[in-house]
């Protein structure tokens, strides 16, 4: 059974940086497609992004092209989503998904396993 957990989230200013782990255990992450979901207070489960198991990317939400990128290292069996540029507005708790095919989807219900999520404030 896959397990996932997230680090990397914290406070960090406007403009800051983070880079968000997505640590696999129990299972290897390596035949799963891996996507970056957030969700802040009141608001829907958004998709971020999502790549595929031989790291090809699809898609990124129009609220973070440009500043976010999602990787993956499957000899660390760990996927990553680096964040630049943050915004107020990124706050919100981001968690990583996993599912087993190759490709991606971005429909949450879709996916088999599900990391408890890390916290990300974006404030002066």
């Known amino acids: 059974q896959l397990q996932l957990v997230e680090s990397g989230g914290g406070l960090v200013q406007p403009g800051g940086s983070l880079r968000l782990s997505c640590a696999a255990s129990g299972s290897t992450l390596e035949y799963n497609s891996v996507a970056w979901f957030r969700q802040a207070p009141g608001k829907d489960r958004e998709a971020i992004s999502c790549?595929?198991?031989?790291?090809?990317?699809?898609h990124y939400a129009d609220s973070v092209k440009g500043r976010f990128t999602i990787s993956r290292d499957n000899a660390k069996n760990t996927a990553y989503l680096q964040m630049i540029s943050l915004k107020p507005e990124d706050t919100a708790v981001y968690f990583c998904?996993?599912?087993?095919?190759?490709?991606?989807?971005?429909?949450?219900?879709?996916?088999?396993?599900w990391g408890q999520g890390t916290q990300v404030t974006v404030s002066s």
């Open positions: 790549i595929t198991t031989v790291g090809h990317v699809t």
């Open positions: 998904a996993a599912v087993r095919r190759t490709s991606c989807t971005y429909y949450p219900p879709e996916y088999d396993f």
